[in-house]
């Protein structure tokens, strides 16, 4: 599987941005996905993840209602629509696949995309 993030770049305090997550080599439909970030000098975190069919999903507390994650498994592709952005969602934001079931730590993951940058500015 590979995977192929976009849509990153500098925004305002405020401003909002889409992220995508093109699948390729296997059918994402058959797997959980999730979005994780690591901002400098931290630690890779969990962000949100979806169910294979898109029906459940969950986020971490910090972007609770500001974040949508969705996939689109005729295109073989996930989303992450951030609003309302803070500086501190500033980071590389990396899509994953994961297995029948969603969850939020690293090693529910098994693929990973190369990142994308968010930059917030205040």
């Known amino acids: 599987v590979q995977l192929q993030a976009s849509g990153g770049g500098l925004v305002q305090a405020g401003d909002s941005l889409r992220l995508s997550c093109a699948g390729s080599g296997s059918t994402l439909s058959s797997y959980a996905m999730g979005w994780f970030r690591q901002a400098p000098g931290q630690e890779r975190e969990f962000v949100a993840t979806?169910?294979?069919?898109?029906?459940?999903?969950y986020y971490t507390d910090s972007v609770k209602g500001r974040f949508t994650i969705s996939r689109d498994n005729a295109k073989n592709t996930v989303y992450l629509q951030m609003n309302s952005l803070k500086p501190e969602d500033t980071a590389v934001y990396y899509c994953?696949?994961?297995?029948?079931?969603?969850?939020?730590?690293?090693?529910?993951?098994?693929?990973w995309g190369q990142g994308t940058l968010v930059t917030v500015s205040s």
């Open positions: 994953a696949v994961g297995g029948r079931y969603y969850g939020t730590k690293e090693y529910d993951y098994t693929y």
């Open positions: 979806i169910s294979r069919s898109g029906s459940l999903t």
